[in-house]
């Protein structure tokens, strides 16, 4: 009998399917542990059987599958329990019901630089198809900034999602302003937000840019020279239209931020602060490692004080977020609850790597997130860290 080896998303998921009806699952037992409909789940479990996949008596033909195609149908499988725990420890913590958890390998557990790129590429594109899902469900999307987003974005190849429009109305927000630190700018939020326009529309349409406001006050201004930082940004028109007034004031649109479906965003560690290798700009006045005891890491650039903390170091975050010019913790949290009030894909957070695994279980418990897309390195810590 010839085995099935080389497979795609949909196989591997067809396979998952009838590998779990052959242990005794019911067909709403498997879409809810899946995440699919039961009707995804009944016309897969039919294509299982069709193809001699299962057989009558709800046996799945080991025999018929390779033996690491089998062992990935048993990660894929057993990889749910994981999203069971996690979403027993978002409701425990918040006021959320829970998130969906996908995991697609990144092929290595290097961390060079030269291992890295080549785990984001590999990661990326297994991922994208997924994430192209997601995207359609949106129409309008924000987005953070950094290189992981940057190597996803890349990845999102093929048609547009929508045909060419004679209107001005954007799919795409920049949630950031653009670093002041060494990373290169063509990962700053305006510019992935361009490349996520392109691939709504097809077109190389002008978008709302964040280019003239920087991510983060340096912590060197005084409260004088800060103040006239957010005079300055009440001239940027943009900036009005995806945040609202500076100041607090009352504007004619609601922001875009308010009304986001979607956000595509990344984890950082307390030990790589802001997405950005160098952050600079915080260490004219804060200490950095002392900053990593203060914090869990930060996500979409808004940083998480530890729970633990007393007023006074509460306080100390509370200061370098206010020098935060971007997207806030409060919109997080409420474009995670509309999301999941209305079936949308909300905060859609793209991670690799084991260190992210302390910050993301923290996020989690926030209820900060609704669709966690790991590697398996990342996954596996979090197993560790949760058990």
Not at 337 to 366: D, I, M, S, T, W
Request: charged share 25%; net charge positive; glycine share 6%.
């Amino acid at each position: 009998m010839t085995r099935q080896t080389g497979k795609t998303a949909d196989t591997l998921t067809m396979l998952t399917i009838a590998f779990m009806a052959g242990e005794g699952k019911l067909q709403n037992e498997i879409a809810s542990d899946l995440g699919l409909s039961q009707a995804t789940v009944s016309r897969l479990l039919a294509k299982a059987r069709a193809t001699g996949y299962l057989k009558a008596e709800v046996r799945f033909v080991h025999e018929k599958v390779a033996p690491a195609t089998l062992q990935e149908i048993r990660v894929a499988a057993s990889r749910k329990k994981l999203e069971v725990r996690l979403n027993e420890l978002m409701r425990q913590h918040s006021a959320r019901k829970g998130l969906v958890l996908r995991e697609f390998p990144s092929g290595s557990q290097e961390t060079t630089d030269e291992a890295w790129a080549k785990r984001l590429q590999e990661f990326s594109q297994r991922a994208a198809p997924f994430v192209r899902q997601l995207l359609m469900r949106a129409k309008l999307c924000g987005v953070s900034w950094g290189e992981t987003l940057g190597v996803l974005i890349a990845m999102l190849a093929g048609p547009p999602l929508a045909p060419p429009r004679s209107n001005a109305a954007p799919n795409a927000i920049p949630l950031c302003g653009e670093p002041l630190g060494q990373e290169p700018n063509h990962f700053s939020s305006s510019n992935l937000a361009a490349l996520l326009e392109k691939f709504y529309t097809g077109d190389d349409r002008a978008t709302l840019s964040l280019g003239m406001v920087p991510a983060f006050i340096p912590t060197d201004f005084n409260a004088q020279e800060m103040s006239v930082v957010w005079r300055l940004l009440e001239s940027v028109n943009d900036y009005e239209l995806i945040f609202g007034h500076p100041s607090g004031e009352p504007v004619k649109h609601q922001p875009y931020v308010e009304k986001l479906d979607m956000i595509l965003t990344s984890v950082g560690p307390a030990q790589r602060l802001l997405g950005y290798r160098s952050a600079e700009w915080l260490k004219k006045k804060f200490n950095l490692r002392m900053l990593e005891k203060l914090v869990l890491g930060d996500i979409a650039g808004v940083l998480i004080p530890r729970l633990e903390l007393n007023q006074k170091a509460k306080e100390k975050v509370r200061q370098v977020n206010a020098r935060w010019t971007g997207i806030q913790q409060k919109h997080l949290v409420a474009c995670a609850q509309r999301a999941e009030q209305n079936n949308l894909p909300g905060v859609v957070c793209f991670a690799a790597g084991k260190n992210k695994a302390p910050f993301a279980l923290e996020a989690v418990k926030l209820g900060l997130i609704n669709v966690l897309i790991v590697d398996d390195d990342l996954e596996d810590e979090l197993e560790r860290l949760i058990s």
